[in-house]
């Protein structure tokens, strides 16, 4: 623990190594921690990848995370690895520590952890993915344009997506633990699938086995009511019962949902200032390398400007050193008043001789600040004095210069 990074990013996945890209052209120092020896996270496993955008012909998952990885090292990113075990989110310097036994710190933190789908854990799957396996449908269906191909589940997600299937394949037959009938979906998706000519059904059932020399060729069904098995020859096998994102430890740490996934909003700030999730972790309408990458390049992107308000804030406004009283000024361009307002600080600042400093915030810009020192109302002024904001002034209306002479004869001797 000799140094402290600017950016600690926490998995390298695609939008841990966006973030690193975006990161460490910014000229933050950046560090991807992976537990893995190879990035690319879940990208790194799928050997075929057309859906990325200006990458089709002849592009696998380990071949486009590379040039992810190449590219985030060519811009100065350190690559670490370990197994984060525990994470103390409560200080302005951010502290990871993996299984290893190393501890890193870091002004922000970008969480990158990722998202496993579920196996359904049978002979031939691990062996058979990618060459036939699969889960996702967005990803993969064009590989199976007038081929038969199986799903696994019966939830929201598993009848969406072979939904989506058939406008590829010819045939895709639902294996359905249920008696005939009862699907775990909703009730509106149910009656639409079951409409559906090119859906087919296997109830009472599980899948036992997937089989195939290269590729996938058959299913081995059990009845789980009679436990007769047979075979059903497909191409394809598709898997949605579910995804567990990798956030274990994080619990208590930061915001998850119900189901473990990270809470962020749309510029992937979390509810502890200095952290933010990026990728199939983060609760998200799409997870696909596409997201994550434009998640990273959000995050990254955000986190540059939240240092730079830290530091604007520390060298100008809380160091106790500069004894003179600083006035914190959150205007808005947008806000026309505002602009009004602040000439108005400026000409009282400008008349005291450089003996109360002044530093302009752009509020839409600079949201964090704002919301840590309570901006309810455009244009606002807030007096520091050692460091501690001790008297403000709100509103076009109360803004005057006889009103901010009173708060300085007030609160400050100048």
Known sequence: MSEIYDLLIVGAGPGGLAAGIY??????????????????????????????????KGTTGP????????????????????????????????????????????????????????????????????????????CDADFFVDLDVVVVGNGDAAIEEAMYLTKFAETVTIIVIHEEGNLDCNKASAEKAMKNPKL????????????????????VLKNINTGELTDLETNGVFVFIGTEPHTDFLKGKVELDDRGYLVANDMMETNVPGVYAVGDARVKYLRQVVTAAA?????????????SELETLQNDVLDESKKKPVILAFWAPQVEESIDSIAIVDKVVEEKNGSIGLVKLDTYRAKKTATQYNVSEIPTIVLFKDGKDIA????TKNITPEALEDLLKESVEV
Request: charged share 30%; aromatic share 8%.
């Open 23 to 56: 990161g460490s052209r910014a000229k933050m120092k950046t560090a991807v921690l992976d537990k893995n020896a190879e990035p690319g996270g879940q990208a790194s496993t799928t050997d075929e990848m057309e859906n990325y955008p200006g990458f089709y």
């Open 63 to 138: 071949g486009i995370m590379k040039e992810f990885a190449d590219h985030a090292k060519a811009f100065g990113t350190e690559f670490l690895r370990g197994t984060v075990d525990e994470v103390d989110f409560t200080g302005p310097i951010k502290t990871v520590h993996t299984q290893q036994g190393d501890t890193y710190e870091s002004k922000v933190v970008i969480l990158s952890p990722g998202a496993t789908p579920r196996k359904i854990n049978v002979k031939g799957e691990a062996e058979l993915r990618g060459k036939g396996v699969s889960y996702c449908a967005t």
């Open 200 to 219: 087919k059904w296997v109830w009472n059932s599980t899948v036992e086995e997937i089989a195939g020399d290269e590729l996938v060729e058959k299913v």
């Open 295 to 307: 998640d990273g390049a959000i995050a990254a992107s955000a986190a540059e400007k939240y240092l």
């Open 392 to 395: 403000r002034l709100e509103g």
